[in-house]
């Protein structure tokens, strides 16, 4: 189906181990973000795309490096994972312009212990 | 100050009955964008609707419709005649600006509880 795929869907991790969060969209889509959802906070922005080539930090980019590969791909990486870092993780796209939303994937379940 | 502002952190309805999740924004932009978003217990994120802040008329998808007060920055989801699936969070979120490099800022969320 199209639409954003996250990979994994579930990881444990220990403290100071690394990792990568791959996202891919097969919308052609230019935009390309990651979030991080935790309970009674919303969805914030880590970092973005606006386009192949761009990054650009968000909200709380702290502990996160991101890579975009090519137009497709987004990848988010913890270097020293931290419990802090104890989320659900959200990659989208989105075209460029004004009046279209985010599709979401459907989320990377995250625990550091 | 936050940018989006759902005061409601959980509310309940009836099947059948109408009901209305508040939203405030703040933004000094002219042009900018609203939306509303659906996440289910099962954990997606799913686009509902969308408001832009020249668009004279208020938004209407379905049974959703989106309530713009542009003078009170309010953008209120109504959902009309409530189904038990629409039990969920919902998210307010808005995007300033007119360019691909604005982004969503969410609001904090509002749990939808339906009973039969």
């Known amino acids: ?113 | 100050a936050q940018k989006i502002t759902q005061t409601q952190p959980g509310m309940f309805v009836q099947e059948k009955e109408a009901v209305t999740l508040d939203c405030t924004y703040d933004t000094s932009d002219q042009s900018y964008g609203l939306f509303w978003y659906k996440q289910p217990s099962s954990g997606e994120m799913i686009f509902l609707i969308y408001q832009g802040s020249y668009d004279e008329q208020n938004a209407t998808e379905g049974r959703y419709s989106l309530n713009f007060q542009k003078a009170r920055k309010s953008a209120n989801l109504v959902i009309s005649a409530s189904q038990l699936g629409d039990s969920a969070m919902y998210f307010c979120a808005m995007r300033e600006g007119y360019s691909g490099y604005s982004t969503l800022t969410f609001g904090k969320g509002t749990m939808l509880l339906v009973s039969p």
């Open chain 1, 1 to 113: 189906n199209a639409g954003v795929t996250q990979t994994p869907k579930f990881q444990v991790l220990k403290t100071g181990q690394s990792m990568t969060l791959q996202c891919a969209q097969d919308m052609n889509h230019n935009s390309m973000y990651w979030y991080r959802q935790d309970p009674g906070m919303g969805l914030r922005l880590i970092y973005y795309s606006a386009s192949e080539g761009t990054t650009d930090k968000g909200e709380v980019p702290n502990g996160y490096n991101v890579s975009r590969l090519n137009k497709r791909e987004f990848s988010l990486r913890l270097e020293s994972a931290a419990p802090s870092q104890t989320s659900v993780y959200f990659c989208a796209s989105s075209p460029l312009g004004q009046g279209e939303g985010y599709t979401f994937g459907s989320g990377t379940r995250l625990t550091v212990v």
